[in-house]
């Protein structure tokens, strides 16, 4: 079990965009904060902004007892792994960022052996828009979740409860899917309407209606009409982003699909898995 972390400073790596907003939110709630960054001079900047100490290195987080991760793209698994070896026993470890459901549970496990606690909690949704994003978490330890919880609620985001560890990366991998296919879906009713001729002001308008999340509404409402085509490259562009982004992963990675049956096999069965 965890041993309560709310006495000591807490840990924050990965000061770049998004990371910066939520280290900022936490020192304007009154956290003491360590942090640290690859750019040093950004972190002490941060550190001079927020009057709170900068870390020359990953391993000047270890003394903390709760440690948030949240570098850009797909690093935090050997981040985190290469500060755990100066972690103390009851550390917890919240992974912000994007990550393998499967590789973090095999981290998480790698953790425990060491009395450390992980929780996945993945940003959902539009990270620029704090009414569209969502912290959604994974632990298998409640007693972790209770002095983490009420850290991660000062970051003014919603946080939804995913399940047990590993379930945050998951459920951020099926919104994402979700995501990406109604966009996708959605430039091509674009493309369709055109060449069929509908009028471009009620095809935009009704695909518009129909979704509910704001960035594709938006894409939708901006993007104008030229000659008889349609300005499609909004649309797509968003489709792009959210596919290179939300739902990005290495190359070596495999589906969606196929990754949640590798989920959620036993290891002894995963060989039958097509």
């Not at 956290?31 to 927020?50: G, K, N, P, S």
């Not at 290469?82 to 393998?100: C, E, M, P």
Request: aromatic share 4%; proline share 4%.
């Amino acid at each position: 079990m965890p041993a309560n972390a709310t006495g000591a400073a807490v840990g924050f790596d990965g000061l770049d965009g998004v990371g910066w907003a939520l280290a900022s939110s936490l020192a304007r709630a009154g956290h003491a904060l360590v942090v640290h960054d690859d750019d040093a001079a950004r972190a002490r900047a941060f550190a001079q902004e927020f009057q709170c100490r900068a870390a020359n290195d990953l391993a000047g987080l270890s003394a903390s007892g709760l440690l948030l991760f949240a570098p850009p793209g797909f690093a935090v698994r050997e981040r985190i792994a290469s500060v755990s070896q100066g972690l103390h026993a009851g550390a917890i470890v919240v992974d912000l960022g994007a990550a393998d459901p499967t590789l973090t549970r095999s981290l998480g496990a790698q953790l425990a052996q060491r009395g450390i606690v992980l929780i996945d909690a993945p940003l959902c949704g539009d990270a620029q828009d704090s009414a569209a994003a969502a912290i959604v978490h994974g632990c298998d330890d409640d007693s972790a979740l209770d002095v983490a919880l009420p850290v991660l609620r000062t970051l003014g985001l919603e946080l939804v409860a995913g399940g047990a560890l590993g379930c945050g990366q998951a459920l951020r991998l099926v919104e994402a899917h979700v995501h990406a296919d109604v966009l996708a879906a959605s430039a091509e009713a674009l493309l369709v309407g055109d060449r069929i001729g509908l009028a471009p002001a009620g095809l935009r308008a009704r695909i518009a209606a129909a979704i509910r999340r704001g960035a594709e509404r938006e894409a939708l409402e901006q993007a104008g009409s030229s000659g008889q085509g349609f300005a499609t490259g909004l649309a797509l562009g968003l489709f792009a982003q959210s596919r290179a982004g939300q739902l990005a992963a290495p190359a070596s990675a495999p589906g969606l699909t196929r990754l949640l049956i590798e989920f959620t096999t036993p290891a002894n069965d995963k060989e039958t898995v097509p």
